[in-house]
T-cell receptor, first 111, second 114 residues
Framework: DAKTTQPPSMDCAEGRAANLPCNHS???????VYWYRQIHSQGPQYIIH???NNETNEMASLIITEDRKSSTLILPHATLRDTAVYYC????????????FGKGTHLIIQP | DTGVSQDPRHKITKRGQNVTFRCDPI?????LYWYRQTLGQGPEFLTY????????KSRLLSDRFSAERPKGSFSTLEIQRTEQGDSAMYLC????????????FGPGTRLTVT
């Protein structure tokens, strides 16, 4: 898996866009970037993943730089329920070896 | 889609006892994973099933741990002779597609060994 680096914590005001960065400078050409989040006392929740192009779904947008060395997860209108630990993961296997979670970014949405 | 379910949600046991946890994946998902999460850490991969076959095991899965998925549907994780270090959240996840890490997690079973 490519090593990923995330800030340990971030604050964002409710209603504003939350932009969570992730560095993955050693990522190889066929490794996707996955984002998960874990709300306190719950199991992790899949958010989005991408390879090269920007991706958007009902939860978030994923912006991947052209050189693929970093990405940003965007929550367009953060709510208090978005307070969670967000994990950026760049796995290298074919799905059979599980995910390697780091420490993630603790995002706190302020009222 | 009822999601991944796990039972029990909480288990308190005394050191040396055996415990068993159950995971019911999303019905059409043929891939099933077990993870362990200790306080303040991200989840750690334990083992993976494709249908009923256990295809991958982490070095974290000591001899006291055994997992089964007898008919390719639900799975059980058993810990024998529990130790205080086994206290953790045990998470199950399932996935439908090959060559993807899009996994759907259950709520977890919190184990406390006294």
């Amino acid at each position: 898996d490519a090593k990923t680096t995330q800030p340990p914590s971030m604050d964002c005001a409710e209603g504003r866009a939350a932009n969570l960065p992730c560095n993955h400078s050693t990522i190889s050409g066929n490794e996707y970037v996955y984002w998960y989040r874990q709300i306190h006392s719950q199991g992790p929740q899949y958010i989005i993943h991408g390879l090269k192009n920007n991706e958007t779904n009902e939860m978030a947008s994923l912006i991947i730089t052209e050189d693929r060395k970093s990405s940003t997860l965007i929550l367009p209108h953060a709510t208090l329920r978005d307070t969670a630990v967000y994990y950026c993961i760049a796995p290298s296997g074919g799905g059979a070896d599980g995910l390697t979670f780091g420490k993630g970014t603790h995002l706190i949405i302020q009222p | 889609d009822t999601g991944v379910s796990q039972d029990p949600r909480h288990k308190i046991t005394k050191r040396g006892q055996n415990v068993t946890f159950r995971c019911d994946p999303i019905s059409e998902h043929n891939r099933l994973y077990w993870y362990r999460q200790t306080l303040g850490q991200g989840p750690e991969f334990l083992t993976y099933f494709q249908n009923e076959a256990q295809l991958e095991k982490s070095r974290l899965l000591s001899d006291r741990f055994s997992a089964e998925r007898p008919k390719g549907s639900f799975s059980t994780l058993e810990i024998q002779r529990t130790e205080q270090g086994d206290s953790a959240m045990y998470l199950c996840a399932s996935s439908q597609f090959e060559l993807t890490y899009e996994q759907y997690f259950g709520p977890g079973t919190r184990l406390t060994v006294t």
